[in-house]
T-cell receptor, first 108, second 114 residues
């Protein structure tokens, strides 16, 4: 099956800093989503982005499907951005594989 | 409305108990999912229902029994669980299209098996 690796595994930032999170996948995919899991466990949709670039406020994402990676950019980070960021991919209908996650802590 | 609801939020059960987790969505989605998430690990797919039929069972032990009574509801029946089944159980739904199939997750049920 598809392997999904995320880097870095852990990240500590000062409030206001920018960061780039990476998601590498081992095979071509039809779907790719980025999620933020808050400290209470809720998975929040950030982007559906199997290819191309999208932006939403301080967050943006780029997927280069031909090179099998996706990037999530967080600018001007806030303490509320803390949590775990997951990418999830699927090449078969409905069969989503989650990446290993990046645990982000933003310090005030 | 992009809400998926799950009940209960927390559940503690003994190894001989029978309990059920419930999930509901009113977005008209026709695919519904159960995931299991252990601490500090990513969610792992357990089951997928598509148009109320079981499409995917990721070799889940029979002590977990899913049920999809209608297009809005998804249950997970639990029986004779083991302590290692303690985890966060997440429900999700999506439109059931191959392309543009955005998943929406509920808040989860945190299960403890004693």
């Amino acid at each position: 099956g598809i392997q999904v690796e995320q880097s870095p595994p852990d990240l500590i930032l000062q409030e206001g800093a920018n960061s780039t999170l990476r998601c590498n996948f081992s095979d071509s995919v039809n779907n790719l989503q980025w999620f933020h899991q808050n400290p209470w466990g809720q998975l929040i949709n950030l982007f559906y982005i199997p290819s191309g670039t999208k932006q939403n406020g301080r967050l943006s994402a780029t997927t280069v499907a031909t090179e099998r990676y996706s990037l999530l950019y967080i600018s001007s980070s806030q303490t509320t951005d803390s949590g775990v960021y997951f990418c999830a991919v699927s090449s078969e209908t409905y069969k989503y594989i989650f990446g290993t996650g990046t645990r982000l802590k933003v310090l005030a | 409305d992009t809400e998926v609801t799950q009940t209960p939020k927390h559940l503690v059960m003994g190894m001989t108990n029978k309990k059920s987790l419930k999930c509901e969505q009113h977005m008209g989605h026709r695919a519904m999912y159960w995931y299991k998430q252990k601490a500090k690990k990513p969610p792992e797919l357990m089951f997928v229902y598509s148009y109320e039929k079981l499409s995917i069972n990721e070799s889940v032990p029979s002590r977990f029994s899913p049920e999809c009574p209608n297009s809005s509801l998804l249950n997970l029946h639990l029986h004779a669980l083991q302590p290692e089944d303690s985890a966060l159980y997440l429900c999700a739904s999506s439109q059931a299209y191959l392309q543009g199939d955005t998943q929406y997750f509920g808040p989860g049920t945190r299960l403890t098996v004693l």
